[in-house]
C-alpha cells in the first residue's frame, strides 16, 4: 500500500467516533447544519438512464464530493465539485470531466424545541461557478445564484417531514445534461421528503423533487422520486443508498445512488449519537438529535 493511501486510512480509523450531519441521499435538504468545529465529508456517484428525449445521450454518471464546516451560531460553510461522465451513443464521443463548482453558507436560525410544534427552520445561499466546459455539456457557462428556504418538523421522535423552497434568481439547476438548462430567466426549486428511524442504524424514506422554470416555451421541466436511506456504521460514518425516476426531460428516467459521509471533528464535537439522517430539534440546554 502507497504511504499517501495508508496515511488516509489511519486518519479515517482515528475519527470515527462522532455525530454526524446529513442529508443524503436526498435533495431536500434538512434544516441541520454541522456542529461547530466540525468538517463533515460526503460523498456519492450516481448513474442515471437518460430520457429518450435527451438522444444521443444516453446515460450520465456523477461522483459528487462535499465538504461542509461548522461555525458559530449555527452557521455553516459548504463547498462541492462534481465529476461527470456523459455517455452518448456510438456516434457521438463520451464526455469527460469536472462540472461547475458550488459554494455556500447555510443559517439554521430556529431550533423546534418539542414535535408538533413550530418546525425548525433554515436557509442557505448558494453560488455556483461555471468551472465546467459549456461545449461539452459539463457546465452551465454561467454564474448561478439561489435561495433555498427549508422546514423541518419531527412527527415523532423516529419521524420527520422535511420541505424545501427555492429560488434561482440567476443561472439554472443543470447538472451535466441533467437539470433545467435556460441561462435566462428565474427558476424555481421545491421538494419534500419523509424519513423514518426504523433502528439507531437505519434511516429509510422517499422524496418527492422538481423544479419549473418561468420560460414555458423551454419544456425544460423537472420532477423526480427516490426512495433511499443511511445506513450508520458508527456515531460519525454512514453509508447512503437509494434509487431516482423521473417523468420530465430535465429528470432522470431511471437512477441509482451510492455514497457515504465522514465527520472529522477539529475542535469540538457533540457527544450525543444521531441517527443516519439528523433531527435539528433540541431542548434549551443542548441538541437532541
Known sequence: MRFPLRLFLIAI?????APLSAQMPFYTD?????????LHFEGYNE????????????????????VNYGLPRNLELDFDIPWLAIY?????RTTLGNGDADMGIK???YKSSRPLRIPSLSSSLYVEFPTGDERQSLGSGETDYALNSIAQESISDKTRLTGNFGFLFAGNTSTGVLGIQTTR????????SLTHDFNPRLTFGGELYGAIDDNNGLGKDQLQALLGGAWAFNSRTS?????????????P???CQFGYEIDFPLRHASPQIKSAVNDPIATPQRRTQ
Open 30 to 38: 434538512n434544516a441541520d447544519v454541522t456542529d461547530q468545529g466540525t
Open 253 to 255: 428516467k431511471i437512477g
Open 239 to 251: 453509508f447512503t443508498f437509494a434509487i431516482i425516476g423521473g417523468a420530465h426531460i430535465a429528470s
Open 88 to 92: 452518448r451513443a456510438s456516434a457521438s
Open 107 to 109: 443559517w439554521n436560525f
Open 47 to 66: 448513474l442515471d438512464g437518460l430520457q429518450s428525449a435527451q438522444y444521443p445521450d444516453l446515460r450520465q454518471n456523477t461522483a459528487n464530493f462535499k
Open 185 to 192: 430567466g428565474h427558476v424555481y426549486t421545491g421538494g419534500v
Open 13 to 17: 480509523t482515528a475519527f470515527l467516533q
